[in-house]
């Protein structure tokens, strides 16, 4: 399930030199294969009327049965199409547009996990790291926590199990909201530590945000587009492609069958997708936020003394360059408060 | 009317499955019949149009009766789809729209639920515990009364009936504006806390992004979409498919009647949508906002125990780790302030 | 002039009810008939554009006259609708955003109204009342003020002539900007109260909010859609319909009157709808936002009791439920801190 | 240049009773000459073409010339007309989000001039008017600085000429960045003042609010619309224009040449209002904006005395009116605290 | 690779007036063959394709080989359009929203170094001028880091190679983030000034708008368009210009090879500017970037002795006229507080 077709993982520079050549239109039969057998049910529906409707025009109206399949009847699927399209724009767009938002809100994480770290290094004084590092480890626990919760799969835990106590695993898994559990023990940590009540406040405030970019996910993950409008636009695509056999034979006559098939294939393909991201959490890479997020987290612990030593090192050769004043950023000394 | 045609309620893994299926294809008789029975007026009316048309076409017009239906109409509906479909393209999109900045703002809610619930239990010390239990409670009653408020309806009050004396929530139903009310009793209740004025401006901060939140809602359910387009929308609609059979009998003949019926469902049927997901809170599950955003509040006080434990139980196993010098984060010790 | 054709009061539950139904198709002859005279010097000239081609193409025409109706002419609609429709699309969905950001921007004030009221009467001891409730007098003068501003139109301040007194009415109408003026009092009297720094700031970022509402609105109000795009769009739509009926009489001969007299209401109508909103404040039911945010600051005043004594009654029936130990929310004594 | 026919200088409620009324529907000769002549080029290019079409179709083409007229060609302009439908709705959409979006951006500023003085005079005391008044003058310059800069013409500076020594004028004219030098000395003034730090921090974060607006303004004057897209755009409105005689003479005739001209007309118009808002700064009424904000930073300042004397009076009324008890605004007088 | 077709230098005002006059309708061959070559492949697809088609529509379906080209198919073309349109509009609209969002975050970053150092330059004694100007050295590093890590390019450190010690640079250039470092070392450097806590917290807010802006250019970049989107328009227009040529032949003969290579390279264009930009780093003017963004901070720290003596000067002349009394600001003294 991991491998889903729809699934896109984040994209490198040698993918992106891929995609803007001319080979992203090279056929992928493998992908065009499983999106076809995606498809299959409704392509089978469409082979088995435009066949029926095949064999009555040749055979039985000729006949004189009654007249069903006609040029004339071209013009009501003309008139229609306008609405078609309104539908299925409407899909792609909002199913996209819930898609970003989901992308961006996940996005917000890990500005949280950079910021509040980045923060609490700044502010808290030496004597207190063992709260930092405390601090550190929940922060990586957040973002797997917040993936559990949102797509309900405990598998996402994997990516931090080294990190927690098997007790402390234990509780977060049975809990029926660990992020806010995880929120709330990052949130009594900077209280325990001696920041002012303001630095604690500007913490809290990216608490604050990281819980409005998680409901972001959650809406969109709980709430559907309206169900009215899918149920129209799959109703109203089944029936488009069911009757356009009984117009286009008088044009295509015998290329039927496959004209039919590669219609039903574009079109129901586009509202395929919109379906496929509309629930973003489950094809964007959320592992691979896992894993950045608690890498972030932790790495920003883990080179703080390679910070406060750089610090240290410009302040000295600032003060050396001053001393000698023959800096060679000149244009500095000129601002001789 | 609880079971809404159009109500949307949140979706299960087990719905998600099941709408990315080919299975969302098959038609859903039942559905189909309750709006069908929705468009029933307007179905009538064109039927009975129709069949007018076809009769005037079949008998009184091939007897020199002025010529009222002819092919050559056609290219008036084909010149005029272009503004019907803008038409129905802005419904959409606007209706939509509302619909989602309503969810959004809804959803807003549950943050400041859960920031201000958090805010108060790290920060306030344990001599106040009867204040954050207050507070909670309020929290817990802030939903169900906004949801009263903007539905006009008392029924979401049954939510917190326990929770509030007999007197508190007699007074709440007289208000003309409860949550208003419950807010100012949640800022009453910080103030009486011994927070600073930072941090209780803070938690103020979240309970103002509460009420602006509530005035999406308001503003979206007090005011429609411009009613000059939405009289026009359907002004044009019903004319469009009034016409519609004086140009179509020549090319379907006696397929007339059944074609309009399925066109004046796809395209009213559009229209319709719009109109019903034009104001937000009647078909968004207002009932499920107010159970969970109560149950987050409460969950919150009754788990405030764990939580704290956890902290604790943290900090003892890293002050351990550290002692050993052996500890399995050893990348973490690097920080080594 | 209050009861404009394009002013949109608030919608109550039954005005919903009536929307949802399908008794909004019904027509509703008395504003047909005063949006068709709106709309009638360009019918007029349509009219009479349509019946000189039906003379000249039933009486000249034929008898040799230079050919100026054909039916081929109307590939040449065919071809440009696209470009009428874009520009129709784009007058809709500008219009109605523009409406939209105003309708929000209003709503702001609102919530500002709201969250100060609230939060200085949770801040300022009892001692200072009295300056609570002249921030309530003037915080009732606002939005009548803002309105008159915006409006240019003296009458709002009808409103709130109850809560001026003679000279203070007499100078805020001669001011040039008089939301400002309030503004700047209200900021004068929370500087007097006893309120913290950074309570103060608190206040007056609400203060700032309402500045951006205002300037939302001003800007909304100098500034129209770009006239280049007005112009060519109403002429492109006039160009359009003029010379339609040289391409139209073949196709519906005497019927050519009626018929352009429809697609000119359908169509000039949707661009006409465009304009009429295009300034929202002269379609918006400012008059209603007066009177209720007026109603929304004195009435918190007015119930700060209440609210002061729920307060303390639950704060009392907690304490007695604790002492009992049976409390009905046995879940919430778990969080024993 | 500064009556630029593109210009939108601020309406009044004059100019939207003219707006809004049947009026606007008027040919407007000298405007249309004016946009006749900037389109002459492309104009003279197509009835160049249109003319050699008509003399090849009409005289060389029957005398058995290769065929280059044909009415066969048309479906190829309607089988492209979505692409550059397509093309011709974003240029419109995107060129109008870029002008909105600067005319929101240069409307922040007024908010930003009007909230700056009015929380300095509110918080600074008397004895440092010298101070506010230095903001004041500051703040009347700042818009005008920031007009020079983003439009690159010292002609703005005339605006707030008089308010500067001709050394200060000097040296932000030869400044490469004057409004940023501008901000920078409105917030060391506001150090000089004994404001709090909270007090001075949130002045500042206003002073942040306009670089951000400035920068949006920047931003949008320094890259235009990206360049492939406006390329293909024109080549394709050219290309499609150029041919297009080639399919048309058959069904149009001796016409073509006044159709081409009305079609180029019509659809090279489009293009080029997207193409003359694109830089906003350059059709807003930026001088308008300059003086507006000017008047608005001084005339606060010139009405401070009238503020405190409203706030003074209002006050005294109350006392009068709680002392005798019986005041019109009995409601108020329920609050009791 | 510099040179890169697609990237968009900012535009000068004389770029801005060649662009709006006719001359950007003017044809550019040296670009036009630089895209010819991009979609060469594609167009030598096209070419085999319609010569194939002319080849078997002239000598074999004439002799009776089974019918393959027919004009009646070209009804499948008309009916597809609209979806094709569709997915061309998504690509178009959405790859332009990620180039605007990445612009508009990188413009973020100038707002950034503005304002912390115009923050840290009005707040820190002139004692600490070192710290400033350390700051300052930073803040001028901080975009080159940026735009390093972001384009995986080693080249914009040569940026601002002279500020930085050489162990400095390579440490930062062996960093897996190194914007993420300078923030940090940012951070710290306020940490030693001796602003106060909530100087301090402002400017750290402005530092986490830095990591909000960074975090919204790695999202576009690590996270193209959903590859099925991407996948399925290419498809879609390959199979399109593919068959197009089957349909079209009875139409234009001889005329199919030109025509086609025109449409495609028309339409297939579309769909390539949509490719290129959705990657905006790659195309944004990057390194333009880096060096405004480190002329900003350094100027303002060289010019701070200019603006110190500014306010001094205005301060004076303000007394001065105070003095005198008869100040040309004659309205200003009436604020007499």
New interface residues.
């Given amino acids: 399930q991991e491998d889903h077709?729809?699934k896109?993982e984040?994209?490198t520079?040698t993918?992106?030199e891929r995609?803007?050549s001319?080979r992203?239109?090279c056929?992928?039969p493998r992908?065009f294969a499983r999106v076809f057998r995606?498809?299959s049910?409704?392509e089978l529906w469409l082979v088995a009327v435009s066949t029926f409707v095949m064999l009555y025009a040749h055979f039985l109206q000729p006949k004189g049965w009654p007249q069903a399949v006609s040029k004339?009847?071209?013009?009501?699927?003309?008139?229609?199409?306008?609405?078609?399209?309104?539908?299925?724009?409407?899909r792609?767009?909002?199913a996209?547009a819930r898609?970003w938002e989901a992308?961006?809100a996940v996005?917000?994480w890990?500005?949280v996990v950079?910021?509040t770290q980045?923060?609490l290094?700044?502010?808290v004084p030496?004597s207190e790291?063992?709260?930092?590092?405390?601090f550190?480890?929940?922060n990586a626990v957040l973002t797997p926590a917040a993936c559990a919760y949102l797509c309900?799969r405990q598998s996402y835990w994997e990516v931090c199990e080294?990190?927690l106590?098997p007790?402390?695993l234990a509780?977060l898994r049975s809990?029926?909201?660990p992020p806010?559990?995880v929120?709330?023990?990052m949130?009594?940590?900077?209280?325990?530590t001696s920041l002012?009540?303001?630095?604690?406040?500007?913490v809290?405030?990216?608490?604050?945000a990281f819980?409005?970019a998680l409901?972001?996910c959650?809406?969109i993950?709980?709430?559907?587009?309206?169900?009215?409008?899918?149920?129209?636009t799959?109703?109203?695509i089944?029936?488009y492609l069911t009757f356009l056999p009984f117009a286009?034979w008088?044009?295509?006559q015998w290329l039927l069958v496959p004209?039919i098939m590669?219609?039903g294939f574009?079109?129901v393909?586009?509202e395929n997708?919109g379906?496929?991201?509309?629930?973003p959490v489950?094809?964007l890479p959320m592992r691979r936020f896992c894993i950045g997020n608690r890498t972030?987290a932790?790495?920003?612990?883990?080179?703080?003394?390679?910070?406060?030593h750089?610090?240290e090192?410009?302040?000295l050769?600032?003060?050396a360059a001053?001393a000698a004043a023959e800096s060679?950023?000149a244009?500095?000394d000129?601002?001789?408060?």
């Avoid at 002012?196 to 500007?202: G, H, L, N």
């Fill in positions: 077709l729809f896109d984040p994209f520079p993918d992106w995609h803007r001319w992203r239109h056929p992928e992908i995606m498809l049910i409704v004339e009847y071209m013009i009501i699927f003309q008139l229609t199409s306008f609405a078609l399209s309104l539908l299925m724009v409407f792609t767009q909002t996209h898609w992308r961006t996005g917000r890990l500005n950079r910021n980045r923060m290094m700044s502010w030496p790291a063992h709260l930092v590092g405390e550190a480890r929940w309900r080294d990190l106590q007790s402390e509780w809990c029926d909201n806010v559990k929120l709330a023990i949130s009594g940590l900077v209280k325990r002012s009540q303001i630095e604690r406040t500007a809290e405030g990216e608490l604050n819980d409005v409901g972001a959650e809406r993950t709980r709430q559907a587009i309206p169900m009215a409008y899918t149920r129209h799959s109703r109203f089944i029936v286009l008088p044009y295509v004209i590669v219609l574009l079109l393909g586009i997708i379906v496929q991201i509309e629930n489950r094809v972030a932790l790495s920003m612990v883990r080179h703080h003394g390679d910070v406060q750089a610090i090192a410009g302040l050769a600032a003060a001053a060679p950023m244009g500095m000129g601002k001789g408060q």
